[in-house]
């Protein structure tokens, strides 16, 4: 059963009925040690091409084959409203750019915490190559591009690949690499393009055999309207599909900045980042959050609980709120060990305005993106899936129970009656918190037999059910 996925929660071809249950976001939980780092353009010794690191944009994975962590980020290495304005001075201002250039920085860490930014010698700035940039627009052209890992690949070559907006030419590009530092020229999107001024980003899709690729549209046409979320698809990551909208906010109050992509539990999990900017005596306004959203396909999506951050923002606002108190902008998730680890660029100030920006963490443990709980907590939740065929001996289920709740479940025939057995009354309650809990009955005539087409009938007291692990979709 290790390596049979999981039935997510918020996948809702997995249930067939509810009563009194609600789907709710799951609890990330920010790092103690946030932030992971910041902007050094201040710091002692000073690193001058970090002047603003403004949305950060991180592409953050764990190498396998090096046992390291990774992340490569964006900053305006040239930025000259930071430049000459203090720290002291910039509540008193409002920012205004000026003349600016982007690159790409990289950093490392053994435990995804405690973070290293190598001096690496391979890109000029300020007539010395003692910094941690791998590209920077004068030389490659670059602007708000994503890092992919690609082991598939047969060339070593082509290894690391990133996918971004080339300003210089006015489309977008692609990368390759070897080792994610040295980066080979952009190679141009021909037949196709996007304005793609955005988070960038791709995965591999072995159910399509092709690359996806995630970039910008705008809802009237180019920068008109507000933005929207387009997909285009690669056989060989140089030659793209023209870019079709996948996804659009309400309104230019809910805007939808960026969305990273991962493959997870045989579904695509996206972390649109919303960009409040229609009204602007909202609380939340020029502010950015990260929410949650799902596709079966990468093509039909639906978003989680809209209006509800996934990673809350901080407290307070520029410039004593908390480091992440103005935008949030994430990278895509890792699962790693019982944990879901979600790196994000966090600033403390509005999005159009001064903000010092960092690099930071949140984690949800396993599977818990999001789970079903009563909608009144004086009442208990019923919740029943579709038809699940068993695929082992027992079935588990991701469940965080408070205290006095509990969590009982019914096995069902194609009837919709309990199997002799496997009732409610039969059922030994679930009074414990945890990513794998067994469901038990009393008295079981029978082991559970892989094969069985049934359902699952689940009573939850004051308790919320992310995921179940032991059967699959009949559908499937």
Known sequence: MRDLAPLLALDARNFAHAENAVLQLGQAKKCASNPLFREDFFAEPPKPWEARLDNVYPSVIYDDDEGLFKCWYKSFIVDEASVETPLA???????????????????????GVHWQKPTLGLIEFGRSRANNIV???????????????DPRDPDPARRYKFIHRNPRAGRMATCFSADGLRWSQPALWTRHDAVGDTHNNAIWSPEL???????????????RGFRTVLRSESEDFLNWAEPVEIM????????IYSMPIVQYAGLTIGLPAIF?????????????????AWSADSVNWRRICPGQALIPRGEGSYPDGEYDCGCIYAAAPIARGERVLIYYGGSNGLHNNWRESSLNLATLDLDRFAGFAPRDIRQRALVRTAPLRLEAEFITVNAEIAAGGGIRAALLDGAGSALPGYSLE???????????CE??????????????????LFVLDNARLYAIKGASRLSD
């Open 89 to 111: 001075q910039r509540p008193q201002t409002r920012y205004t750019g000026g003349k600016r250039e982007e690159g790409l920085l990289y950093a490392t860490s053994n435990d």
């Open 135 to 149: 590209m920077r627009r004068a030389t490659h052209g670059i602007h708000a591009g994503g890092v992919l890992k």
């Open 209 to 223: 055999g092709r690359y996806v690729g995630i970039t910008r549209g705008w809802s009237g046409g180019p920068y």
């Open 248 to 255: 659009r906010g309400a309104d230019a109050h809910d805007q």
């Open 276 to 292: 409040h900017k229609g009204d602007e005596k909202a609380a939340d306004w020029d502010r950015v959050d990260t929410e949650l």
């Open 426 to 436: 039969d059922s030994l309650p679930l009074k414990k918190s945890g990513i794998a």
């Open 439 to 456: 469901l038990r009955w009393k008295n079981p005539p029978q082991a559970c037999q892989p094969g069985q087409t049934l359902q699952l």
